[in-house]
């Protein structure tokens, strides 16, 4: 069980939230240029770590603002929370 | 290979049962094999011994982090089928099926194969429609499949509540009359003991730290009891093949997440079929013990730690009360979770990755375990040909750049 450090609102239950998967994976700038490989990548390859993982949580039953979470997938340990648009913080994440 | 039957019971009897011998030996690592398969589990165990029964390569290891079966082999629900939609899963679930229904005599150990019927309830008119069309793709690919009206339903599983006045009614069922259970522990026995007999090296505790490579080709893994080079590498880890296969560079499509099960303290006989809900979404059996098994789907967050939230069990607690109020006073004694590797179109990669010698078998999700003696059939014939089985050769990791996706998100049956 999480309990959630929202940024706005404070430490709130799980259940609260929905997920959001891996943060700070960028639409391609130019899409018309991939390839089929490179699409691939983008939609689907993903870093799935043992460790750090910054990801991306919705506060759905509270604020409904999106924002960005290092947890631990080990331990399910939260170590940083940051706001969208923010870099994960130094030295952590994928 | 100790040989079970009637007659050896009885003569160890009367030795007061103290000549058994282990089922598998403790083997130490050598510095080479030809095939090192990472994970002990179902999957890896019985490519291990189709490698050596079918493809004649006993030069094999199986290297297991802890004592094998102990990962998802021992933390599933044991459920089997092969009612899946779509004609490439159909083909490699009930390829699996067929391989159970003859495992227990091929091995010599009994696999307690249950084949009780699995029912899956329809709810909905989506859901009647979406389980009519399932049950004629089954038959056009050779699997029974029938389909029962709620009146059926109740007769084929009486304690199931099929009261029109349910907030989500049974409105009827598919019904594959082959699927059931079997003991999961006892297919890691029965495998480990049979690839054990054929040469194959099964050594616990060995944790892989590196795989090595060189010029674009596997060159041996680097353990916890020492390096060892092989020619071919294969990676079967469940939720932990993103992480392996980081070790050689290469990414995947998976996410691993926590799925989460639970049993009841054990009573008397009251249900003797599977029945599998996805609207409500649990699916439940009754072990031989007498616990209800029970399990739906997964927490929604990334997670090695083998454990979920609390919320998720709520969840499929008020599901099972839905369908079977009578067990409301029943107490739950344990539940646990296992790290399943869930692919986008909830598919199993089975094939070649980008280092030449370096194969993978995972992506299975929540569903791996009734695939486990299909699966390992074709990823032997995979590495031992280097080149996929045909039954495997749809579920390639290339499919993702080709999008030839087998999406069996929903349509399997049960929601992943």
């Known amino acids: 069980m999480l309990l959630i450090p929202c940024p706005w ?48 949580w919705v506060h759905s039953a509270g604020c409904r603002r999106w924002f960005n979470l290092l947890r631990d997938t080990a331990t399910h340990r939260i170590l940083a929370v940051y706001k969208i648009g923010d870099p994960p913080p130094s030295g952590t994440g994928p | 290979m100790q040989r079970y039957s ?14 058994w011998t282990p089922l598998w030996r403790k083997a130490a690592p050598r510095a080479h094999y030809r095939v090192v398969i990472i994970g002990g589990g ?21 290297l297991e982090k802890g004592p094998i079966g102990l990962g998802n082999t021992g933390r599933n629900t044991t459920i089997i089928r092969s009612n899946y939609l779509w004609d490439e899963s159909a083909r490699i679930y009930e390829h699996s099926l067929k391989l159970w229904e003859g495992l227990s005599s091929e091995l010599n150990f009994n696999l307690m194969l ?10 909905t008119e989506s859901d009647v429609r979406e389980g009519m069309r399932r049950i004629n793709a089954n038959r ?30 049974v409105l009827g069922a598919t019904l594959q009359r082959r699927g059931g259970v079997a003991r999961h522990d006892a297919v890691a026995w029965g495998y480990a003991r049979a690839a054990d007999a054929r040469g194959v090296d099964i050594i616990e505790n060995c944790e892989i730290t590196a795989i090595r490579s060189a010029e674009g080709r596997i060159t041996g893994v680097e ?11 294969a ?22 997440h926590p799925l989460q099960a639970l049993v009841s ?30 399990g739906a789907g997964i927490d929604a967050f990334n997670s090695y730690a083998q454990r979920g939230s609390f919320p998720v069990i709520e969840g499929q607690m008020t599901a099972l009360l839905e369908l079977f109020p009578a067990f409301s006073r029943l107490k739950m004694l344990r539940s646990w979770a296992g790290i399943v590797d869930v692919s986008p179109d909830a598919s199993p990669i089975i094939g070649k990755l980008p280092v030449e010698g370096l194969y993978l078998n995972g992506g299975w999700g929540t569903g791996g375990f009734k695939a486990t003696p299909g699966a390992g059939h074709v990823f032997a014939h995979t590495i031992a040909r280097d080149e996929p089985h045909p039954l495997a050769r749809p579920f390639s990791l290339e499919r993702f750049a080709t999008g030839a996706l087998i999406d069996e998100h929903g349509a399997a049956a049960v929601a992943h």
């Open chain 1, 9 to 56: 609102c404070g430490p709130r239950d799980e259940v609260e939230f929905h997920y959001g998967g891996e943060a700070h994976i960028a639409r391609p700038a130019d899409p018309a240029a991939l390839d089929d490989a490179a699409w691939a990548e983008y939609l689907f390859m993903r870093s799935n770590p043992k460790g750090p993982l910054a990801e991306r």
């Open chain 2, 265 to 294: 303290e054990p009573v008397k006989p009251v249900l003797d079929c599977v029945v599998m809900s996805n609207t409500v979404h649990v699916y439940v059996s009754q072990s031989d013990k007498g616990e209800l098994v029970i």
């Open chain 2, 140 to 169: 056009l690919n050779g699997i029974d499949a029938e389909w029962l009206d709620a009146a059926a339903v109740k007769r084929f599983c009486p304690i199931l509540n099929i009261s029109p006045d349910a907030r989500y009614p």
């Open chain 2, 42 to 62: 179902g999957h890896g165990l019985a490519t291990a011994y189709y490698l050596a029964k079918e493809h004649g390569i006993s030069d094999v290891a199986v």
């Open chain 2, 6 to 19: 009637m007659a050896a019971l009885a003569r160890r009897a009367l030795g007061r049962h103290r000549s």
């Open chain 2, 223 to 233: 353990t916890s009891r020492g390096d060892i080079t092989a020619d071919k590498v």
């Open chain 2, 114 to 123: 249950s084949q009780r019927g699995v029912l899956n309830l329809a709810h």
């Open chain 2, 235 to 256: 990676i079967v880890a469940a939720g932990h093949n993103s992480v392996l296969a980081a070790m050689a560079g290469v990414r995947l499509p998976l996410q691993s």
